[in-house]
């Protein structure tokens, strides 16, 4: 079954840390460029950080550049999301996704999406 499943979210302070993870499973993963989105109450989704096949190319939106780091392991089929120095406007759900080569920040680029995981910081 192929299927990604975010884990890691949960209630934190501002200015404190968070680390997402999402597990793929039925699907060649490697072959996948891998992007996390968010998305907050009333808004619409919005890229939050991508990584290529190899996880030698990231890039960022400019909101969570020098506080975010992706990063993922082809050999755990695995893709996380580092957060640092959380801010309540990062309140979100994030997703994980999945896309071909070419994958960038449009949401209509990734083809497998995650379910979910809730991020709720606190001022």
């Known amino acids: 079954q192929v299927q990604l499943v975010e884990s890691g979210g949960g209630l934190v302070q501002a200015g404190g840390s968070l680390r997402l993870s999402c597990e793929a499973s039925g699907f060649i993963f490697s072959s996948y460029a891998m992007a996390w989105f968010r998305q907050a109450p009333g808004k619409g989704r919005e890229f939050v950080a991508q990584?290529?096949?190899?996880?030698?190319?990231?890039d960022y939106v400019d909101s969570v550049k020098g506080r975010f780091v992706i990063s993922r392991d082809n050999a755990k089929n695995m893709v996380t999301l580092q957060m640092s120095s959380l801010k309540p406007e990062d309140t979100a759900v994030y997703s994980c996704?999945?896309?071909?080569?070419?994958?960038?920040?449009?949401?209509?680029?990734?083809?497998?999406w995650g379910q979910g995981t809730q991020v709720t910081v606190s001022s």
């Open positions: 996704a999945a896309g071909g080569t070419g994958a960038g920040y449009k949401e209509y680029e990734y083809d497998l």
């Open positions: 990584i290529s096949r190899s996880g030698d190319m990231t």
